[in-house]
């Protein structure tokens, strides 16, 4: 059982930057994911990070988001810069591929215009 916590959502301008922010009760995983779901849709997949440091990106976010890991502090980020307002939804960390009993709360995120 792996849980995840997600945190560093908010409302921010277009052109604006947030990080989030998600904590692993467990880090001896090969790679985690940032997904995200908007109103009526499927929780998509947006950035991946492996184990030895690799990262995927869709190509919606790439170039404008950044995904990172602290092993020490069994922690993943994703840093999103230039947000648009297409970017606004609520975002999760697990697994890749995702575990369907370890999604979290999330963390939303809003983009105006």
């Known amino acids: 059982q792996v849980r995840f916590m997600e945190s560093g959502g908010g409302l921010v301008q277009a052109g604006g930057s947030l990080r989030l922010s998600c904590a692993a009760s467990?880090?001896?995983?090969?790679?985690f994911g940032w997904y995200r779901r908007t109103p009526g849709k499927q929780r998509v997949l947006v950035a991946t990070?492996?184990?030895?440091?690799?990262?995927e990106y869709v190509e919606s976010v790439r170039g404008r988001f950044t995904i990172s890991r602290d092993n020490a502090k069994n922690s993943v980020y994703l840093q999103m810069n230039s947000l648009k307002p297409e970017d606004t939804a609520v975002y999760y960390c697990?697994?890749?591929?995702?575990?369907?009993?370890?999604w979290g709360q999330g963390t939303q995120v809003t983009v105006s215009s």
């Open positions: 467990s880090f001896s995983i090969n790679a």
């Open positions: 697990n697994l890749r591929p995702s575990n369907p009993t370890y």
């Open positions: 990070i492996f184990r030895d440091g690799n990262t």
